[in-house]
T-cell receptor, first 112, second 109 residues
Framework: DAGITQSPRHKVTETGTPVTLRCHQT?????MYWYRQDPGHGLRLIHYSYGVKDTDKGEVSDGYSVSRSKTEDFLLTLESATSSQTSVYFC???????????FGPGTRLTVL | GQQVMQIPQYQHVQEGEDFTTYCNSS?????IQWYKQRPGGHPVFLIQ?????EVKKQKRLTFQFGEAKKNSSLHITATQTTDVGTYFC?????????FGKGTRLHILP
């Protein structure tokens, strides 16, 4: 497996609190992605990054922000968590953006 | 927006039977990727198809890309319990991947 870690792996939080999820890679890949996975919806792209400080929105970016200050780290922030953001969040990396993506183990987030 | 539709959503097969999942798009696909996700796990890349009419095989798995690059299929011959999971197709374009909703495969022993 590619060197991708996500932290935390599980989190329970309350509505209205800020939450930050971290994705860390040791592969030096340029592209990094955040997805959420919900039953019946498959994997949906939230935000992605094509380099340090270069990010763009995906399909479901409302309520989320991201930052990438170093090649190896991509942070996903929920400024004020809502119950609709309860989901499993996956980070992925890709060398070129055109070839395969390698996924992290996921973070299960529950917003009460 | 761009969409890839996968059918069926669920499939139950007897162990040893064949299985096929289909991926369709209303627009021409740039290239198509296939991923497998085991229950409780993360998606794992299987293959990428780029050329019109392309066919690739990985042991019991056969992947096809349609001539018009608007559809793709994954066929598994003689399923085994290790094939259990959800299979996703994904349209790769503009440095992003848009996933289909997946086909969940259940194997009956």
């Amino acid at each position: 497996d590619a060197g991708i870690t996500q932290s935390p792996r599980h989190k329970v939080t309350e509505t209205g609190t800020p939450v930050t999820l971290r994705c860390h890679q040791t592969e030096n890949h340029r592209y990094m992605y955040w997805y959420r996975q919900d039953p019946g919806h498959g994997l949906r792209l939230i935000h992605y990054s094509y380099g340090v400080k270069d990010t763009d929105k995906g399909e479901v970016s409302d309520g989320y922000s991201v930052s990438r200050s170093k090649t190896e780290d991509f942070l996903l922030t929920l400024e004020s968590a809502t119950s609709s953001q309860t989901s499993v969040y996956f980070c992925a990396i890709s060398e070129t953006g055109w070839n395969e993506q390698f996924f992290g183990p996921g973070t299960r987030l529950t917003v009460l | 927006g761009q969409q890839v539709m996968q059918i069926p959503q669920y499939q139950h097969v007897q162990e040893g039977e064949d299985f096929t999942t289909y991926c369709n798009s209303s627009t021409t696909l740039s290239n198509i990727q296939w991923y497998k996700q085991r229950p409780g796990g993360h998606p794992v890349f299987l293959i990428q198809l780029v050329k019109s009419g392309e066919v690739k095989k990985q042991k019991r798995l056969t992947f096809q890309f349609g001539e018009a690059k608007k559809n793709s299929s994954l066929h598994i011959t003689a399923t085994q319990t290790t094939d259990v999971g959800t299979y996703f197709c994904a349209d790769n374009r503009d440095d992003k991947i848009i996933f289909g909703k997946g086909t969940r495969l259940h194997i009956l022993p």
